[in-house]
């Protein structure tokens, strides 16, 4: 594993040389369909334009299927089948609001095996983390909203919530199936109707979540959603019939998207990029930093928007800290992400795999230095990438600046808290932060000076429905989850 | 308060620790690589009995079982060890000559150390020469508990010294160290003091081997190796009683400490229930059918 401790082995191990795991693929194989037409209205129903994409598995390449790309036609037929679902759904009674979504969630966990399968086959994760996290949060969220349905005029003391109307909802390919519960559950919750778009590349959760829809009975036009790349999102997103757009994804689009509503009441959220950073100082337990600096980069390939992609090294354990994650990166296995050893799998698509070899490219130019797993050939088929980090860092290089979305982290040093806090918040971006120290007083302090929507204290990449997520600066503003999450789907009164 | 001694982490942040140490157990072992896994949980075992009852007949019986543990099975090796209290060590060297399997003693005042260092290193001295070649001392966990570290040192490099050619195991008794970072602490003095392998517990004491302290004392044997290049070998003992925690334990080993560590000479589980639960998941691979209890042969 590590050449280091391999070197002076002289033992006798004939027994244990190669103990090697053998492979464990998950069994379980879900029924995808040839094609799937676009989900308005409670059907699944023909693309106008009759136009096809087709959906490959990003760890071999194999096309899964063919979804509907919607166009402004399907896009004014999705709102107005919400529109007209939204007199109904807002007026009923909330307990009975909640039941859908606690069916929702149940059913999501009647499932669970064969949602967390199609996750990774359409994804590329690996399927030990949409099985342990992806599928059951998503369910997590139904449930947790579902217990908010009635609770409504209590969250908000002193005021009443109404719905906000009909909600557009934009989501990205890094979690399809959580991002739509994300999305869905408080909306619904709140007595609004939804039109979903879910990512270009990972269509085929959202539209087994349609099929859970239809079997739990939810009525025609609470939910509709459409299939298609950035033009089906654009049509949504400027549609006049909508009363709230959320949006999670680039900070590119993000900004448009808030130009083109200037001026309008149409409500607004934005969960945007991240270039997140993960301090470590010298009175942190190093050992266990090492776990918090693997979970918050390599976690989902590093295609987490809150991705702990800065790290920052207080210089006295620099050394420490660097021979150790070099251990543990070595440790991580690659490859097929239906595996249940896998610990990172395929790269979510070919674009982002060519995005992501420009940034290292470019941070090798500008004098970083490349440290990558060495471990076994990767597949022919598919978009793969070894998990790296770049040494030799300086503050302003593009690989300290951008988001790269992939397993790339970014280390860099500091000598005092007062410069690391100073170059952790020196970022257009805000969405999360971590902080690794044994010392209560240190945590406290650096934790409130800094400008981060999420910050993680000796844990990263940690979530739960009840707790709020979101932005501060370039990474958007509103949040999702908890009590705050709410407040994007209300009118208060 | 431990301190921060040169580059060696010394904190322990114990929910990560219990995250990390978890993700070990939800590893897939199947098929050719739990078999394997199994037979080499074997060969790692140290046999032990350690109770006032035992005798010279139960002795005997168990070194039959330590050399050949299932002749219903084919292709088992014997078991690393038999770990016995100091009386039964010659009965023990007499039964397992030429087997190659090894006499474990305990020594030191077992389980809890309470008595004179002198009549302690006369323990060892005894064992030793009765044919041990590897002795399980304890340390003196109030000595530590009351901030005495180079106490436990001292005591540790005393009974190496009397050890000869004997291997030395230091328990460390985690459970009654209870944290983490205590944990931390005992295993880099018991390696300082010159350990060949540490130890969780005697058995004597709940929670005995959990796999966070094992985690722990695997991190510290990788510190000193990464700073020395010196190998320390590491045994739990108490708790560890069905395949599918040995197969946990395999795991993390190879995965903190790399294929290296997967040998006997470097890894031991001290366990009297462990070697049957494993010899009935090796039957179940071998003719598909779950072994009753009366199939494996008793020590």
Known sequence: ?493 | MPVRSGNSSVFVDPVMVAQRASSFTRRSIKQKAKIEGLRLAVSMVDLTTLEGKDSPGKVRALCRKAVRPDPGLEGIPSVAAVCVYPAMVTVAHEALSGSGVRVASVATGFPAGQTSLESRLDEVRSAVGDGAEEIDMVISRGALLTGDASRVTDEVRQVKSVCGSAHLKVILETGELETLDRIAEASRLAIAGGADFIKTSTGKVAPAATMEAGLVMLEAIRDHFLKTGKVVGMKPAGGIRTAKEALHWLVMVKETLGNEWLTPERFRFGASSLLDDILRQLHKQASGNYAASYDVPEA
């Not at chain 1, 790290?311 to 150790?324: C, I, R, Y």
């Not at chain 1, 650096?446 to 429905?465: E, Q």
């Open chain 1, 1 to 493: 594993m590590c050449p280091r401790l391999k070197a002076v082995s002289n033992s006798n191990t004939e027994l244990g040389d190669s103990w090697e795991y053998e492979p464990a693929p998950e069994g379980t194989r879900p029924e995808i369909s040839d094609s799937y037409g676009l989900f308005i209205d409670g059907e699944f129903v023909e693309p106008s334009s009759g136009k096809m994409m087709k959906t490959v598995s990003p760890s071999t390449e194999e096309v899964l299927s063919e979804v509907g790309v919607a166009d402004a036609e399907d896009v004014d037929r999705a709102v107005s089948a919400a529109r007209t679902a939204s007199a109904k759904w807002r007026r009923i009674a909330p307990r009975e609001r909640a039941k859908y979504l606690f069916r929702i969630a149940r059913r999501i966990q009647e499932k669970a095996r064969e949602l967390a399968v199609l996750e990774s086959m359409d994804g590329g994760k690996p399927i030990k983390e949409s099985r342990d996290i992806d599928v059951p949060e998503a369910a997590k969220h139904f449930f947790y909203h579902g217990g908010w349905a009635d609770k409504l005029d209590y969250a908000f003391p002193g005021r009443q919530a109404k719905p906000v109307g009909v909600a557009a909802q934009i989501i990205p390919w890094n979690f399809p199936l959580l991002m739509a519960a994300w999305k869905i559950a408080p909306a619904l919750a709140c007595g609004n109707t939804v039109i979903l778009k879910p990512a270009e590349t990972t269509p085929l959760t959202a539209l087994a979540l349609a099929e859970i829809l239809q079997e739990v009975d939810l009525p025609p036009g609470v939910v509709n959603i459409l299939t298609g790349a950035g033009k089906t999102g654009a049509s949504l997103a400027s549609h006049p019939g909508l009363n709230k757009l959320a949006f999670t994804g680039s900070t590119e689009v993000g900004k448009k998207l808030a130009e083109n509503l200037a001026g309008t009441d149409v409500r607004l959220t934005l969960e945007l990029g991240g270039k997140s950073p993960n301090i470590i100082f010298e009175d942190a337990s190093i050992d266990q930093a090492i776990e918090g600096i693997v979970a918050g980069i390599w976690f989902n390939q590093g295609h987490v928007c809150c991705a702990g992609s800065r790290l920052f090294v207080q210089e006295g354990v620099v050394d420490e800290v660097l021979e150790k994650l070099d251990l543990r990166m070595q440790s991580l296995r690659i490859g097929d992400p239906l595996d249940k050893n896998t610990d990172v799998g395929a790269i979510n698509s070919r674009a982002q795999l060519r995005r992501i070899r420009g940034y290292l490219t470019q941070g090798k130019k500008e004098g970083a230095e490349l440290h990558r797993v060495r471990g076994p050939k990767l597949p022919d088929k598919g978009f793969w990438m070894r998990p790296c980090y770049l040494t030799g860092v300086q503050p302003a290089h593009v690989v300290a600046r951008e988001e790269i979305f992939g397993p790339v982290l970014s280390v860099m040093t500091f000598r005092t808290p007062e410069e690391a806090l100073r170059r952790a918040n020196n970022t257009p971006y805000g969405l999360a932060a971590g902080v690794w120290s044994d010392k209560g007083s240190r945590i406290f302090d650096v934790a409130s000076k800094l400008k981060a929507g999420v910050v993680w204290c000796n844990t990263y990449n940690r979530f739960d429905a009840s707790s709020p997520f979101g932005g501060f600066k370039e990474s958007g503003f509103g949040r999702e989850g908890g009590r705050q999450g709410l407040r994007a789907y209300l009118n208060l009164v």
